[in-house]
């Protein structure tokens, strides 16, 4: 994968090359951490792509087309860095489904950065 490389004292990312963002502009870069149990998003950006990088797990990603009842999931075991695109307009959340802390890294391309709730898409906390 382009911009990720590992060696004996782990991995790295080039974050921006990794996206395809390098020469792009950035309308924001934020990370955060999530405690066992919890969940961020339920929400879209209707102005904007944004890219998760997430650290640990395990966990699942879930996300909703426009316009669609079908929520597709991901499990994210955590044996590394997973790099996710979540085009513009679909709904998406992250569950921390591990008995510890786990980060997240986000990058939205530049465009209106606008973040709208939306209904939750996982239907109960494990």
């Given at each position: 994968?382009?911009?990720?490389?590992?060696?004996?004292?782990?991995?790295?990312?080039?974050?921006?090359?990794?996206?395809?963002?390098?020469?792009?502009?950035?309308?924001?870069?934020?990370?955060?951490?999530?405690?066992?149990?919890?969940?961020r998003?339920?929400?879209?950006?209707?102005?904007?792509?944004?890219?998760?990088?997430?650290?640990?797990?395990?966990?699942?990603?879930?996300?909703?087309?426009?316009?669609?009842?079908?929520?597709?999931?991901?499990?994210?075991?955590?044996?590394?860095?997973?790099?996710?695109?979540?085009?513009?307009?679909?709904?998406?959340?992250?569950q921390n489904?591990?008995?510890?802390?786990?980060?997240?890294?986000?990058?939205?391309?530049?465009?209106?950065?606008?973040?709208?709730?939306?209904?939750?898409?996982?239907?109960?906390?494990?």
């Amino acid at each position: 994968e382009a911009g990720v490389s590992c060696d004996s004292r782990g991995w790295r990312i080039d974050l921006l090359r990794a996206c395809g963002l390098q020469n792009e502009p950035i309308g924001d870069l934020h990370a955060v951490s999530l405690e066992p149990r919890a969940c961020r998003g339920n929400h879209f950006h209707p102005g904007s792509c944004e890219w998760l990088l997430v650290f640990g797990g395990p966990a699942v990603l879930a996300w909703r087309e426009k316009d669609s009842a079908r929520v597709e999931q991901i499990s994210i075991e955590g044996n590394g860095p997973r790099l996710f695109e979540i085009p513009a307009g679909v709904e998406h959340a992250l569950q921390n489904r591990s008995k510890r802390r786990i980060y997240l890294v986000a990058l939205r391309t530049a465009g209106k950065q606008e973040t709208i709730p939306c209904r939750p898409l996982f239907e109960e906390t494990p």
